[in-house]
């Protein structure tokens, strides 16, 4: 693409269709997706992988600081995340995981690290961005934000067939209600970039839309953003 780099944010809550939606939209737009997500639950492995306690910040920094992490576009045009050389796979997707990914990305020195990394990499070159804080802190100076939303209810649903068609979690509907609202509730409050919106964005409900609803909606305003946009 000609011009300034393409970056559009996808923020929102878990289990609104953000991955989805953001790697659909990367395709069509022809420039890479980039999970950030992904980078925090690397991390997140890690901690898990070497007993760390997720409460001690300080050394939960230290090993976001050495962590040996890659991202690397592939042909499909996505970005993988390897963590010491090797993919994440649905091991950092683990219910477990997510609890201490949601607990440490808290921590203002992790978000400054993984925000360096996210930074380099689509200021270069472009990228659909999904995260929480993706059009507040990362890059909040893009037009292109989009903000994802959906019933609790609606995403637990969604969350929990996941969840069973991959076998990852032998966690009861009930449960799963109470730990999606109890992140919700942790990412909204934490005082290093919750997870908010503000009036530059554009938010899409995605309860009552299609996946594909959810991204022709999102290119026809990109496409109209780009089209009044000077040369």
Partial sequence: MKGEPLIVAIDGTSGVGKTTVARRLAVALD?????????YRALGLKV???????VNQSKVEELAADLDLELRREENGTVEVLLDGRHLGDRARQPRISEITSAISAYPRVRRIMVEHQRSFAESRGAVVEGRDIGTKVFPHTPYKFFLQAPLETRVRRRFKQLQESGQS????????REVGQRDERDSTRAESPLTLDSSYRVVDTGSRSIEEVVQVILEEIQQRLMKSPA
């Fill in 48 to 54: 898990d992988q070497l007993g760390v306690d997720p």
């Fill in 31 to 39: 420039v890479p997706y980039l999970e950030t997500g992904a980078m």
């Fill in 170 to 177: 032998n966690l009861s509907a009930d449960e799963l209600m």
